[in-house]
C-alpha cells in the first residue's frame, strides 16, 4: 500500500485559498488518489479522486504532477466551515481486498 | 437516497453488558465496513464485508462481532468491551470492493464504563 505523509495542520483565514500538499512516493500505476474531509464528530466525507494532472468539481481542484509521487488538494476561498481534518488516500480503486488506510490526516484551521 | 444510517448515535455500557450497532444503507452498494476511530486519531478499519461475506477482518478482538444480515444492513456485536474500546464507530458503504469511494454514517460515540 502507498503511505502518505502530509502535514498535521495548517491555519488560513477566510476567503483565501488553502492548498495542502500529500506524499506518495510509492505509489503504484493503478492508483488513485482520493481526499476526504471529516468534520468533529462525523463521518468523513469523499471530496475528490484523481489519476493524473487535475481535477476540478464544485468543492475542490486536485492537482498530480507527471510523476504522481505527490498531490495537492486546493481549496478555493475557504470559509469557517470549511475547518475540518483533510485526508489523503492513495489505491486502486478497481479491486483487491487491501482496503484503503487513513493517514494522519490535515487540520484545517480557518480563521475570520 | 445517498445516505448511511447509524444507530444509536450515543452508547453508555459496562463491561459486563451485550449491546449492537446498526448501520443501514440504501444505495445498492454491495460493500460495508465499521470503522473505530479514536480521538484526534483517523479512523481504523475493523471489518469489511463483500456481497454479505466477511471478506477482511483487521485482527480486531473476539468481543467485537459483526454480521451482515443482507446487503443493506450491518450489525456490529458488542460483549464485554474494555474501557479502550471508547471511541466513535463508524460504518461506511461502496458501490464494490474495498478501493471504491466510501460513503460514511455519522458514526456511534461508545462510552465503556
Known amino acids: 500500500l502507498a503511505k502518505t505523509t502530509q502535514p498535521i495542520s495548517m491555519d488560513s483565514y477566510e476567503g483565501q485559498e488553502v492548498n495542502i500538499t500529500c506524499s506518495h512516493n510509492n505509489i503504484a500505476t493503478n492508483d488513485y488518489i482520493t481526499w476526504y474531509q471529516q468534520f468533529p464528530s462525523q463521518g468523513p466525507r469523499f471530496i475528490i479522486q484523481g489519476y493524473k494532472t487535475k481535477v476540478t468539481n464544485e468543492v475542490a481542484s486536485l492537482f498530480i504532477p507527471a510523476d504522481r509521487k505527490s498531490s495537492t488538494l486546493s481549496l478555493p476561498r475557504v470559509s469557517l466551515s470549511d475547518t475540518a481534518v483533510y485526508y489523503c488516500l492513495v489505491g486502486d480503486p478497481r479491486g483487491g481486498n487491501t482496503p484503503l488506510v487513513f493517514g494522519k490526516g490535515t487540520r484545517l484551521s480557518v480563521i475570520a | 437516497d445517498t445516505e448511511v444510517t447509524q444507530t444509536p448515535k450515543h452508547l453508555v455500557m459496562g463491561m459486563t453488558n451485550k449491546k449492537s450497532l446498526k448501520c443501514e444503507q440504501h444505495?445498492?452498494?454491495?460493500?460495508m465496513y465499521w470503522y473505530k476511530q479514536k480521538a484526534k486519531k483517523p479512523p481504523e478499519l475493523m471489518f469489511v464485508y463483500s456481497y454479505e461475506k466477511l471478506s477482511i477482518n483487521e485482527s480486531v478482538p473476539s468481543r467485537f462481532s459483526p454480521e451482515c444480515p443482507n446487503s443493506s444492513l450491518l450489525n456490529l456485536h458488542l460483549h464485554a468491551l474494555q474501557p479502550e474500546d471508547s471511541a466513535l464507530y463508524l460504518c461506511?458503504?461502496?458501490?464494490?470492493?474495498?478501493?471504491?469511494?466510501?460513503?460514511f454514517g455519522p458514526g456511534t460515540r461508545l462510552l465503556v464504563l
Open positions: 461506511a458503504s461502496s458501490q464494490g470492493d474495498s478501493q471504491e469511494t466510501q460513503y
Open positions: 444505495m445498492g452498494h454491495r460493500a
